[in-house]
């Protein structure tokens, strides 16, 4: 079974605060994506990877950055926090073609 | 930019009742794919579809790919309560993937 695993399931984080919501892959999987979820807005793409050391804004890229150092972990950095990046955060990656995206579990972030 | 109109929104059904939803678009995609998510969870694949016509179940959820490419739904037979939850379909199209609004499905005693 494809396993996604982000690192943490809640996060408390102050306005001004660099975040680092972390994100890996056991499937040897090529790429890897980055969406927020909010409630009427639906799933987001923030950025995504096609390889390492690779990265493609998505949709919503501001105030948001990532890194991709290792095929299996994909990092999303909020370089400033603020209260609108308040939202759950969803990580997925794919073989790459046509295969079906695999999520993690979420990180649900609030920002104070 | 394309879209899914994803409907209906919501549902509220009876346990055992059978229940059915589906996407469309003006675009065609090569893929449609259902996702169920529950509550404080990330999207868990239940069906993914690769060809015009194809029709697939999974235990009792059974989705189907349009004809016309630009749409799919997805029936669940017998509700139980664990399939309680939302629902996204997404289409997928030279490695870009669009998501519909999801369907939550609120069962009742």
């Known amino acids: 079974d494809v396993k996604v695993t982000q690192s943490s399931r809640y996060l408390v984080k102050r306005t001004g605060e660099k975040v680092f919501l972390e994100c890996v892959q056991d499937m040897d999987h090529e790429n890897m994506f980055w969406y927020r979820q909010d409630p009427g807005l639906g799933l987001r793409l923030i950025y995504f990877?096609?390889?390492?050391?690779?990265?493609e804004k998505g949709d919503i890229p501001e105030g948001y950055s990532v890194s991709r150092e290792k095929k299996e972990r994909f990092s999303l950095i909020l370089e400033s926090a603020s209260t609108n990046q308040t939202s759950m955060y969803l990580c997925a990656s794919n073989l790459g073609g046509h295969q079906p995206q695999h999520f993690g579990d979420g990180t649900r972030l609030s920002i104070l | 930019g394309q879209q899914l109109n994803q409907s209906p929104q919501s549902m509220f059904i009876q346990e055992g009742e059978d229940v059915s939803m589906n996407c469309t678009s003006s675009s065609i995609f090569n893929t449609w794919l259902w996702y169920k998510q529950d509550p404080g969870e990330g999207p868990v694949l239940l069906i993914a579809?690769?060809?015009?016509?194809e029709l697939t179940s999974n235990g009792r959820l059974t989705a189907q790919f349009g004809i016309t490419r630009k749409d799919s739904f997805l029936n669940i037979s017998a509700s139980i309560p664990s399939d309680v939850g939302i629902y996204f379909c997404?289409?997928?199209?030279?490695?870009?993937?669009?998501f519909g609004k999801g369907t939550r499905l609120h069962i009742l005693p």
């Open positions: 579809l690769y060809k015009a016509g």
């Open positions: 990877s096609y390889d390492v050391k690779m990265k």
């Open positions: 997404a289409g997928q199209r030279d490695d870009k993937i669009i």
